[in-house]
């Protein structure tokens, strides 16, 4: 929590407790003018923390839609991940009439890390620990994905290690 935050709810709480010590001391309490006037200020106190409140609940809770959304994608990307590894791993059959390295370009060419690049950049503004979390992750697919696109650069030894790494970093983090 911000420090101009922290002073404006302790100014507030404080206000409030100063101006409750010299409550009147009767037994009961009297809807008169000074209580009217108390009422106001309780009822302005909450309408400040209100109007302070809500927009920073709002951004927490766009920035915990962002994360959502990018922990959905890095599910797919692990998905297709996993069936590049099996293409290395296994082999492919004979009557499929592809190498594995040619399923595995063509697998990893369905990878899209769209809405990572979409938020990167506010989330790195914003929440910098989960940015670096997740960037940890999805570099491992921005070198998949870019070894598809120009495959004859890459090698698939380059493409499986990097999705290797994709894999392994994914089962670290989740």
């Known amino acids: 929590m911000k420090s101009w935050v922290k002073f404006a709810i302790a ?10 010590i010299f409550v009147p001391e009767t037994n009961y309490w009297h809807y008169t003018q000074w209580s009217s006037a108390w009422f106001q200020a309780i009822g302005s106190l909450l309408a400040v923390a209100v109007a302070l409140l809500y927009p920073l609940y709002i951004r927490w809770n766009e920035i915990k839609q962002i994360e959502k959304v990018v922990e959905e994608e890095l599910s797919e990307t692990q998905f297709k991940v996993s069936e590049i590894l099996r293409f290395y791993r296994e082999g492919i059959p004979d009557h499929v009439g592809a190498s594995a390295e040619q399923l595995a370009v ?5 990878i899209n890390i769209r809405l990572w ?13 989960s940015y ?27 493409q499986k290690k990097s999705a290797e790494e994709f894999d392994k970093k994914y089962k670290e983090m989740f």
């Open 11 to 20: 100014g507030g709480t404080g206000f409030f407790i100063s101006f409750t």
């Open 117 to 129: 690049i979409m938020y990167r950049d506010r989330l790195a503004i914003e929440k910098p620990s």
């Open 132 to 158: 670096r979390l997740y960037k940890a992750i999805n570099i491992h697919a921005e070198h998949i994905v870019a070894e598809s696109i120009n495959p004859h650069d890459a090698t698939p030894f380059f």
């Open 106 to 110: 063509a697998m990893s060419k369905t």
